[in-house]
């Protein structure tokens, strides 16, 4: 005999997922990205411009390389723990040269934040999150991008 066909049920805890009202992959929640690690995606890096790739040296390039394989081990609400330093933007808090910047290399059209990985004090790896993948955009090494003033000073 064979089995009754059954009707699938969506238990009551199932949320539906949102979409953007624009098609901005990076804006949608996937339920488990913070638990999964994170990857790079190197097609969005930037070798132009004031953060370009372009210009970095050998020894600039190993030193980054070693602080990127660190956040490999690392999933994505480790890197967004308040203490790491690492948390998304908006662009419209970015520095006028920075926003310039993404008009001319269209990323602005897509997006409306960037995620800033610190590597020590100044230094920062600006890219977009799309779910666990991190696509590498610039190296800020002057904490250039996004400058704050320093607290009690």
């Known amino acids: 005999m064979g089995k009754k066909n059954r009707k699938l049920t969506i238990p009551h805890t199932y949320k539906k997922p949102t979409w953007p009202d624009k098609n901005r ?6 339920p488990n990205s913070d638990k999964e690690k994170l990857s790079w995606q190197i ?19 190993i030193y980054i390389h070693g602080k990127l394989a660190q956040f490999e081990c ?29 008009t001319e290399i269209k990323v602005i059209e897509f997006e409306e934040e960037l995620f800033s990985l610190r590597l020590s004090g100044k230094e920062r790896i600006w890219g977009i999150r799309e779910r666990h993948i991190f696509k590498i955009l610039w190296w800020d090494p002057r ?11």
């Open 74 to 102: 690392m999933t994505w609400a480790e890197i967004k723990h308040p203490n790491t330093g690492c948390h998304p933007i908006k662009i419209t808090a970015l520095c006028s040269e920075a926003q310039k910047r993404l």
């Open 43 to 61: 097609r969005t890096l930037d070798l132009d411009g004031p953060w370009g790739w372009g210009e970095l040296d050998a020894e600039a390039l």
């Open 25 to 30: 992959a990076s804006q949608i929640e996937h």
């Open 143 to 153: 904490h250039e991008v996004y400058p704050v003033s320093k607290k009690h000073t």
